[in-house]
């Protein structure tokens, strides 16, 4: 059963460019969830979806950021128009059930796509 | 705001002694904490989790203690192996609101031979 999958895993982008990320979660896992990792930073949340819905957006910024999980291939977070603080270390992780409701369920993580805006 | 606190960027301890990370937190809304391992260039992994209602969960050389009135936790690892050098995350959820988890920034430890 193959983990959670991440590509590309670096991705070098210039300014005003676009940056798609992709995201497969583990088999049976219909939770995706994206972080963002800051140099010297723990992660932040950005997004939580499920297929076809967008659930939890509360950390997605306002601007230039898009993610989607349709009902067939994997998950993308888009980024629009890259800047210089955009570069950093974006993980996706799944679940098979919501993180919510007391059970004992955890997130499995890929190994995250490496953005670097030049 | 930092709502989950690792205060300790780095740790060092020799091999075969014991390991105690370190995290707190201010949001009481939290009832589920996990701390993950994460290698350089890899993703995080789970290792151990524990529900608010505990104040202790063990699993093999890992135990992790909850003290609610004070809104802290920690990860001991008992005895530390030269494989256990990471960055060590703790991170919380909410019971409701936001699914996401709230991550500290990590602390880096450090086994020494």
């Known amino acids: 059963n193959a983990g959670v999958m991440q590509n590309p895993r670096h991705l070098v982008r210039r300014r005003g460019q676009e940056a798609r990320l992709r995201c497969s979660p583990m088999?049976?896992?219909?939770?995706v969830y994206w972080y963002r990792q800051l140099p010297e930073e723990g992660l932040k949340f950005m997004v939580y979806?499920?297929?076809?819905?967008?659930?939890?957006e509360s950390g997605m910024p306002k601007e230039r950021f898009s993610a989607e999980f349709p009902k067939e291939g994997p998950s993308i977070l888009r980024i629009q128009q890259v800047v210089r603080g955009d570069s950093a270390a974006y993980f996706c992780?799944?679940?098979?059930?919501?993180?919510?409701?007391?059970?004992?369920?955890?997130?499995?993580f890929g190994q995250g796509t490496r953005l670097t805006v030049v | 705001d930092q709502q989950v606190k690792q205060n300790s960027p780095s740790l060092s301890v020799q091999e075969g002694r014991i390991s105690i990370l370190n995290c707190d937190y201010t949001?009481?809304?939290?009832?589920?904490f996990l701390w993950y391992k994460k290698y350089p260039a890899e993703g995080p992994t789970f290792l151990i989790s524990?529900?608010?209602?505990?104040d202790k969960n063990e699993d093999g050389r890992f135990t992790v203690f909850l003290n609610k009135s004070a809104k802290h936790l920690s990860l001991h690892i008992v005895p530390s192996q030269p494989g256990d050098s990471a960055v060590y995350f703790c991170?919380?959820?909410?019971?409701?609101?936001?699914?996401?988890?709230?991550f500290g920034k990590g602390t880096h430890l450090i086994i020494q031979p």
């Open positions: 992780a799944s679940s098979p059930t919501s993180l919510l409701g007391g059970t004992n369920t955890e997130a499995f």
């Open positions: 991170a919380a959820r909410t019971g409701g609101g936001a699914d996401g988890l709230t």
């Open positions: 088999k049976g896992h219909s939770h």
């Open positions: 949001n009481s809304m939290f009832d589920y």
């Open positions: 524990i529900s608010s209602i505990k």
């Open positions: 979806l499920q297929k076809e819905n967008i659930i939890d």
